[in-house]
């Protein structure tokens, strides 16, 4: 299987000549402090179904086939999804958090993360323990979806497919 050049999104790590001699850049992701570059990329897209809240697509992508259980991959996106379906709630909480923010002229803010911000914080975490779990042991990566402006989520593929079958059949 031959490696894909892909366009980088973010940091410049160094630039190459692609088709139409248009220059291109080979993405790095940083894994433990360590720059890995991902051979395939899986976006999963925002789910506008059900309106505009922020929710993911749950299909599993054919390219993630035989690299990770479904039924893992379907309990990450739902659980972020409903992590950013209680953020988006307007409670009671989020009423009193909002007046207080009003009347102390957004000072309420530098002492106490709103409830929007700490859900962010929770996917962030719950993220990072998936992947030290579930997905970097399958050569996976999952980035966090506000890296991404909330668009996707992106699913890495860190190493060779056909490295992955022969590690797992030795085992």
Do not use: H
């Given at each position: 299987m031959s ?7 973010g940091?410049?790590q160094?630039s190459?000549?692609?088709d139409n001699?248009?220059p ?12 890995v ?7 999963l ?20 086939n035989g690299?990770?259980d479904?039924g893992a991959?379907?309990y990450t996106?739902?659980?972020i999804?409903?992590?950013f379906?209680e ?6 909480t ?13 000072l309420?803010?530098f ?7 700490q859900?962010l914080k ?5 993220i ?17 979806p ?6 996707c989520?992106e ?17």
């Open positions: 490696q894909t050049r892909m366009l980088q999104t940091q410049n160094g190459q000549v692609g001699n248009r291109e850049t080979i993405i790095t992701i940083n894994i433990n402090g360590v720059p570059t991902p051979i395939q990329r899986v976006f897209q925002r789910d506008y179904r059900e309106g505009v809240a922020i929710r993911f697509m749950t299909d599993f992508p054919v390219e993630l690299l990770i479904p991959f379907e996106v739902k659980k999804n409903s992590i379906r953020a988006e709630e307007f409670t009671c989020t009423f009193c958090e909002s007046c207080l923010g009003f009347l102390t002229a957004n309420y803010w002492c106490r993360d709103s409830r929007y911000q859900a929770s996917i962030s975490k719950f990072r323990e998936q992947n030290q779990c579930v997905y970097l042991p399958n050569s996976l990566y999952v980035t966090d506000v890296v991404r402006g909330l668009r989520i699913i890495s593929v860190v190493a060779d497919p056909l490295q992955l079958q022969q590690r797992s059949s030795s085992s």
